[in-house]
C-alpha cells in the first residue's frame, strides 16, 4: 500500500479525495438527520445537466462557463427544492427529489445523444478524473469548500436547529430563506465534486459516512468525528486498491466504503453503541 502513494499523482488523488471526504461527512449529517437521502443524488444529476448544457452550446471549453453552468442549475435546484418543502404534508420531499433526478438524467442523456463526446462526458459524470485530477482543480476546491464550511461555521446554530426539530423551527425560523442558503451552498459543493469523483461516488461520500456514524450514537459530534474517520481511511484503502489493482478510483472507493459499512454494522451489532446521551 505505501508503494501506491510514491507517486505525486497519487498524493494529488489522495488530497482530492480527503477534500472530498471532509465537506461530504459534514453535509451527509444534515442530508441523513433531514431525511433527503437522495438530495446529493438529485443535486449532483442538475449540475451534470449544467455541464451537458455547457456541451450541447459548445461552451464546456470556456473555464468561466463550464464552472458557471452547473452552478446556476445546482442553484435553481435549491430554490426549487426549498419551495417544495410546504408541500410535505401532502407529498414526500424525496418524492419530488426523485422525480428531478429522473428528469434530470433524461434530459442529459438527450442533449448528449448527439454530441461528439458524449459517451465520454457520460461516463465522466458516473465515476469521475480522480487518478488524473490536477493539482490546480484540488486547490481550488479544497478552497470553495473552505468558504463553504466557513459560512456554515457562521450559520450553525439555525442550520442544526432546523435539521433536528425542524417543527419547532418552523416557529421562529423563515424556512425557506435557510433551505434555500443549505441546498444553494450544497449545490456549489456538488458541482465542483461531481467533475472529480463522479455522481456515484459522491453519493456515496455523503450518506455511506453519515450513516456509519448513526449507527454508533445519537450525538451529533460523535456522528460527525466517526463519519470523517469512515470516510478518510476508506478513501485512503480505496485509493490504493485501485492503484495496485489497476481499477478505476471511484467504483474501488465506493465498494470500499460500502464493504466497510457492512464490517462497521456487525460490529456495533455485536458489542453496542457508544453511550454519549
Not at 473555464?63 to 442549475?73: N, R, S, W
Not at 456554515?152 to 423563515?174: D, M, S, V
Request: charged share 10%; proline share 4%; net charge neutral.
Amino acid at each position: 500500500m505505501i508503494e501506491a502513494f510514491s507517486y505525486p499523482f497519487m498524493w494529488w488523488a489522495l488530497a482530492a479525495c480527503l477534500v472530498l471526504a471532509g465537506i461530504h461527512a459534514y453535509l451527509g449529517f444534515h442530508v441523513v438527520k433531514r431525511g433527503v437521502i437522495f438530495v446529493d443524488l438529485s443535486m449532483a444529476q442538475i449540475a451534470a445537466l449544467g455541464m451537458a448544457v455547457a456541451i450541447a452550446t459548445d461552451l464546456h471549453d470556456h473555464p468561466v462557463a463550464e464552472y458557471l453552468f452547473p452552478v446556476a442549475a445546482t442553484l435553481l435546484g435549491a430554490v426549487i427544492f426549498a419551495w417544495l418543502r410546504h408541500l410535505e404534508h401532502k407529498v414526500p420531499l424525496e418524492a419530488f427529489i426523485g422525480i428531478t433526478f429522473a428528469s434530470a438524467q433524461a434530459l442529459v442523456l438527450l442533449l448528449l445523444e448527439h454530441t461528439a463526446s458524449g459517451t465520454e462526458h457520460l461516463k465522466e459524470t458516473l465515476v469521475g478524473n480522480i487518478f488524473t485530477v490536477s493539482p490546480s482543480v484540488v486547490i481550488r476546491t479544497a478552497a470553495i469548500y473552505a468558504g463553504i464550511g466557513l459560512i456554515h461555521l457562521l450559520i450553525r446554530k439555525p442550520l442544526f436547529e432546523i435539521t433536528n426539530n425542524p417543527e419547532a423551527a418552523k416557529k421562529t425560523r423563515n424556512m425557506f430563506g435557510w433551505d434555500v442558503l443549505f441546498y444553494g451552498t450544497f449545490g456549489i459543493v456538488v458541482t465542483s465534486s461531481v467533475k472529480i469523483a463522479g455522481v456515484l461516488l459522491v453519493f456515496a461520500l455523503l450518506v455511506i459516512p453519515s450513516v456509519a456514524g448513526v449507527l454508533v450514537s445519537d450525538k451529533a459530534s460523535v456522528r460527525l468525528i466517526v463519519g470523517w474517520s469512515f470516510a478518510f481511511v476508506c478513501s485512503v484503502l480505496g485509493l490504493a486498491a485501485a492503484f495496485l489493482f489497476d481499477a478505476p478510483a471511484a467504483p474501488m472507493i465506493l465498494t470500499v466504503l460500502t464493504a466497510a459499512l457492512v464490517v462497521h454494522g456487525l460490529a456495533v451489532a455485536a458489542f453496542g453503541r457508544l453511550r454519549t446521551r
